[in-house]
Structures are given as structure tokens and as C-alpha cells.
């Protein structure tokens, strides 16, 4: 087992994230034994009046896939605790109930861990954050950690985010800290420096001698969904671009880490980060899809980008003149996240007026994880005939038998094994928030407009033209469909 005499306290219990993500990733671990009764106990702490069967109901619903016995007794390692988010009292009260749980166990190995999932606005985590500090802290008395897991947005730009970091800075060490990003969770995610570093194929190709252009793609079939008064704050571009694609960035144009080290990793992504260059507005494109602003929460005049292109220029000697694009947008024609890497025409190409496409690798990070590669082929028959194929791997054939965990699942357990690589450093969120920081001063002083877009397209056709400029070569004729087991 992973834990020792572990309590793991989830704050904000009631609301949506922890019911959605945190209850469920702590159940999947639960199921597959990395959470044993007896050695672990989780605490529900929000304002509510709840009694703690009342908060194992409103859970209940969300853990899916196990029998009843399997959730019961999973149910049952959770107690409550009510108070508010900026009094002594009830993190008093908190403390209270670890205590009598760690005194009433029989721990051998004498080790006590706590850690402490802020599932709540961040408006509060420094209020939260200084009540652990005073009245839940893991003893010294005690060997073992204290650790803290937090959640964007880490502030609205640099000023606010480096206010934030501050100020939990000085109530906990930075190994203390988890910054999640829950895209450093997912499975193809964490494949990147693998299929990067450990393929003799992609090294001499992963360069500016080879490769045209980069798109990070995220799309949601979706729009706000009763939260546009939270979202119309940020933005797509601070929900998605500047943390989840921004992550995705790093560890596609990183270069190789000294090790694997978790430090070596996130050094890495700091150096590529600072290496990009500032954006351009006519290397932007935003967008609002129609009827975003019928949201009652959502003002008349609202600016707020549901949908964005960015461009990212790399000034290094691996990336110069290579264009990222990233691009977010909510309430598109489908749902998927991809990583898009075209490779530059064949020269002397011999098949010219034959050709329909490019090269292009791409990683599906979701739904059917997947990756393809695009080739031109000779098109099978008597004909001397091309035709663009692809080299498939796709997970849903390849390993039909394995689960690909959950992003918050893998994410508690590597905060549980203190292990940092999958998380944001501080020096990381700072040189995040310094790429994206005027280019939203900008938007939020309406010096850049949002275009309108249809809901259910592929969103502002400005923007594909914009890849079509960056030298983004559409594919003709050909879609790549995720296979099916028969
Ligand atoms: C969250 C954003 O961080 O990520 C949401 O706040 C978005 O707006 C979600 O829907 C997408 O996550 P996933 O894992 O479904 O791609």
C-alpha cells in the first residue's frame, strides 16, 4: 500500500469539481488498492450543513462501475466536517477529527501524511491555505508530510498570479505545493517525452528543418453550460489555452531533460517558455459563438473569447519560423484535444501533380486516444496511383485490455508518492502568465474584438484562414476515422 496512516481532506466537498473528479478519482484508487481502509481516511470539509451519510448520498451518484458493496465500503472511509473557509472554528474542528483518527489507529510504520485537496474558488485558497497553516498541520511530534493539492486559475495575469504565489508561499515550502494541471494527467500527455525522447525515428525530424507547423487543438461541442458568469471572467484563453495547451506546448518543444527527474523536466519547460517570443495581434484570432451572452450571468457587452487562436513563436535553434498555433474553443462541431505536427513537402517530390497532403503525426489526446501519421501511399490496384493512408495506433485496438486511468486519479497518487513532475512549478505559472499576460490586458480593453461564430461549426473562419497563412496544408479527401473493434 501507498499510504501509511494517510488523511486525505477534500475542501469544498459539496461543490462540483470534488463530486465530479476528486470523490470519483479517489474512489478509482480505492478500487484498484491504492487506498486501503484502515490506512486511509478522507474528510469532507465545506459550509453546508450536511451529515456525513448526507455527503456519502450527494457522492454516491457520481461513482460508477463497481457494485454497491464496492461503494459502500468506500462510502464509508469518508466523515464531514462543516464550517467556513476563514474561521479558526471549524479548521479547529477539522484537525479535531484527524487527530482522533490518527490516534485511534494502530500505526506501525509511525508515519502521518495529510494532504489537502483545495476543491474551491481560489478566492479563498489564501484564507483556506493560512487556516491549515494555523490548526491542520501535520504535527512535528509526527514524522510524515503535509501537502497541499490547488487548481487554476492561479490568478487572472502575472500580477495577480505572483500575488497568489506569494502569498501561499509563505505558508508552504514549494515541495508542499501541487499545481494541477489535470492535462499532465491524461495518458497521451504523458506520453510525449517517451515517444520524443526514446524514438530514433522522431529525433532528427523534431526540428524546423523538417517540420512546417504545430497545432494544439482543444474543442468542446459545448458551450458554458449554466457557467458563463464564472466563465465571462477568464476566457477560454486562461481556461484552456494558457495552462492545458500551454503544458501540451512544453512537452512538445522542450528540449531533452538531463534526466527524468522531475526538476529536469520542469526546467526544461521553463527555458522553452521564456524562449517564446511576444504575440502578435495579427497573429490572433478571437471569437464568441451566438448566444453565449443570453446566459442571464453573462453581461451585454461582454468581450470574453469562447473561442481562440493563438500563435506561438519559438526563438530558439530548434523552432525559428515555425508557427504553434493553439487553439480553444467551446460550443464547435465536435469534442476532441490533439497535438498536429506537419512535416514539410518531400523536395524534388516527383508525384507533384498527384499529391494531396502532407506528412502530418498527429496524437489524439482524446476521446479514442490515438496516434496516426499520415503517409501518401501508392493507392492499391493496377493504377500508378497515390493516395494519403495512415500508420495507426490507436489504444482502443493496441490495448484492448487496459484501462487508461483518469487524469485526477494518476494526479492524487503521484501527490501521495510525492512526486512533482506532473505538476506546475511557480517559476513555470510565472513564465506562463508572462506570455499571455498583454495579449489579455488587450482583450479585456477591447483593443481586440471577438468575431461571432455560428455554435456547432468549426468556429471563425478567420481562423482558418490564419492557420492557411501560417502554411497549415489542409488534407483533401481524406478523414481519419478512430477504428472500431468489430
Ligand atoms: C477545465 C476547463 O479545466 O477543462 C473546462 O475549466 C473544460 O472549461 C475542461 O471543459 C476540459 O477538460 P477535459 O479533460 O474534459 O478535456
New binding site residues.
Given amino acids: 500500500s501507498e499510504s501509511g496512516c494517510l488523511s486525505i481532506v477534500v475542501l469544498g466537498a459539496s461543490g462540483d469539481l470534488a463530486k465530479k473528479k476528486t470523490f470519483p478519482a479517489l474512489f478509482h484508487l480505492f478500487q484498484q488498492g491504492f487506498l486501503q481502509a484502515g490506512e486511509v481516511h478522507i474528510f469532507g470539509y465545506a459550509r453546508s450543513n450536511l451529515s456525513d451519510d448526507g455527503l456519502r448520498e450527494r457522492i454516491r451518484g457520481y461513482l460508477k462501475g463497481a457494485s454497491d458493496e464496492h461503494v459502500s465500503q468506500f462510502l464509508q472511509l469518508i466523515k464531514y466536517v462543516s464550517g467556513s473557509y476563514d474561521s479558526g472554528e471549524g479548521f479547529e474542528l477539522l484537525n479535531n477529527a484527524i487527530s482522533e483518527y490518527e490516534t485511534s489507529k494502530n500505526n506501525e510504520s509511525g508515519s502521518y501524511h495529510r494532504l489537502f485537496y483545495l476543491a474551491l474558488p481560489p478566492s479563498v485558497y489564501p484564507s483556506v491555505c493560512k487556516m491549515i497553516r494555523s490548526y491542520c498541520m501535520n504535527p512535528s511530534s509526527h514524522t510524515g508530510w503535509t501537502r497541499v493539492i490547488v487548481e487554476?486559475p492561479f490568478g487572472k495575469d502575472l500580477d495577480s498570479s505572483e500575488k497568489l504565489s506569494a502569498e501561499l508561499g509563505k505558508l508552504f515550502e514549494e515541495d508542499q505545493l501541487y499545481r494541477i494541471d489535470?492535462?499532465l494527467g491524461?495518458e497521451l500527455v504523458q506520453n510525449l517525452l517517451v515517444l520524443r525522447f526514446a524514438n530514433r525515428l522522431f529525433l532528427p525530424l523534431w526540428n524546423r528543418d523538417n517540420i512546417a507547423n504545430v497545432q494544439i487543438v482543444?474543442k468542446?461541442d459545448f458551450g458554458t453550460e449554466g457557467r458563463g458568469g464564472y466563465f465571462d471572467q477568464y476566457g477560454i484563453i486562461r481556461?484552456?489555452i494558457q495552462n492545458?495547451l500551454l503544458q501540451v506546448f512544453c512537452l512538445v518543444a522542450m528540449e531533452k531533460p538531463v534526466s527524468l527527474k522531475p526538476e529536469h523536466i520542469r526546467d526544461e519547460k521553463v527555458k522553452v517558455l521564456q524562449s517564446v517570443e511576444p504575440i502578435k495581434h495579427e497573429e490572433v484570432v478571437i471569437g464568441q459563438y451566438d448566444g453565449y451572452k443570453d446566459d442571464p450571468t453573462v453581461p451585454d457587452e461582454s468581450n470574453t473569447p469562447t473561442y481562440a487562436s493563438v500563435v506561438l513563436r519559438v526563438h530558439n535553434e530548434r523552432w525559428e519560423g515555425v508557427p504553434f498555433i493553439l487553439k480553444a474553443g467551446k460550443a464547435l462541431n465536435s469534442r476532441k484535444?490533439e497535438i498536429r505536427v506537419q512535416f514539410k513537402d518531400a523536395p524534388g517530390d516527383i508525384f507533384r501533380c498527384k499529391k494531396q497532403g502532407r506528412n502530418e503525426f498527429v496524437i489524439r489526446l482524446?476521446p479514442s486516444e490515438a496516434m496516426y501519421m499520415k503517409l501518401t501511399v501508392k493507392k492499391p490496384g493496377l493504377e500508378m496511383a497515390t493516395e494519403q493512408s495512415e500508420l495507426d495506433l490507436s489504444y482502443g485496438m493496441r490495448y484492448q485490455d487496459v484501462k487508461i486511468p483518469e487524469?485526477y486519479e494518476r494526479l492524487i497518487l503521484d501527490t501521495i508518492r510525492g512526486d512533482q513532475q506532473h505538476f506546475v512549478r511557480r517559476d513555470e505559472l510565472r513564465a506562463a502568465w508572462e506570455i499571455f499576460t498583454p495579449l489579455l490586458h488587450d482583450i479585456d480593453d477591447g483593443k481586440l474584438k471577438s468575431v461571432s461564430y455560428k455554435p456547432g461549426t468549426r468556429g471563425p473562419q478567420e481562423a482558418d484562414e490564419m492557420s492557411r497563412r501560417m502554411g497549415y496544408m489542409q488534407t483533401h479527401g481524406y478523414i481519419w476515422v478512430p477504428p472500431t473493434l468489430a
Fill in positions: 487554476k489535470h492535462y491524461k482543444f468542446e481556461d484552456i492545458h484535444a482524446q487524469a
